[in-house]
């Protein structure tokens, strides 16, 4: 069965921001668009919240790079520098899968790309240590924005424990919105019931005091 997926990359810790779309179907990477951003805060807070509201509930994968904690409650917080599931830096894992991906002609590009999307093999540098163990030396700087935003998308496309971790979110979230409509069911019902006992005991009442007059009407004619 074709497996598909969209990957949405918010990448704002460059130096200059992008949002980069990606589609990835049958092992094949496909970089729809990567767009340029406001530098305006104020801007993105405006234009932004629509647009990955509107990629979430297509059911995009939502990953976020940023410093200052803004966005991430609309997808997945990441950086290029955290760890992976084995304790490297994303970037190494990210360079391996666009390796990869370019070898095996596996990773598709607008047809105006140009050289925009091309990453030298210099920004992971691989040695031992004096233990043996591995140690990353990391170029940055031969991260361009484009390709910054390139990184997560490459990333992402090979990381099933990412598109799990959205499922997981959406259903803690359906859950916590049951669980939020089940009580205010519950206060509603406990507001009904109220009413309903209230007027019951009034209507008793009046019932009560009617009698008693008639009662009295008859006893004194």
Same mark, same amino acid.
């Given at each position: ?35 340029? $951003? ?23 994968v939502i990953l976020v790079d ?105 259903? $803690?979230?359906? $859950? ?46």
């Open positions: 069965m074709t497996q598909k997926r969209m990957i949405a990359v918010l990448s704002l810790s460059s130096s200059e921001p992008r949002l980069m779309i990606a589609g990835v179907e049958d092992g094949q990477v496909h970089i729809i668009r990567c767009d340029s $951003l406001s530098r305006s805060m104020l801007n993105l807070k405006l234009t932004l919240p629509a647009k990955l509201k509107k990629l979430r509930e297509a059911g995009s940023e410093v200052v904690p803004h966005f991430a409650k609309y997808g997945r917080a990441i950086k290029l520098s955290d760890p992976d599931a084995n304790g490297r830096p994303i970037i190494v894992a990210a360079m391996e899968a666009y390796n990869y991906l370019r070898t095996y002609g596996a990773l598709v590009f607008p047809n105006d790309a140009g050289g925009r999307f091309e990453v030298s093999s210099s920004v992971v540098d691989e040695v031992r240590g004096t233990d043996g163990k591995p140690v990353y030396n990391i170029d940055w700087s031969e991260l361009k924005p484009d390709t910054y935003a390139l990184m997560f998308a490459v990333y992402a496309s090979t990381q099933e424990n990412i598109l799990d971790v959205k499922t997981l979110r959406d259903l $803690l979230q359906n $859950l916590n919105e049951q669980q939020h409509q089940e009580t205010l069911d519950s206060r509603l019902g406990g507001i009904f019931l109220a009413r309903e006992n209230l007027v019951r005991k009034n209507n008793d009442e009046i019932r009560k005091n009617n009698e008693e007059r008639v009662k009295k009407s008859r006893e004194g004619s």
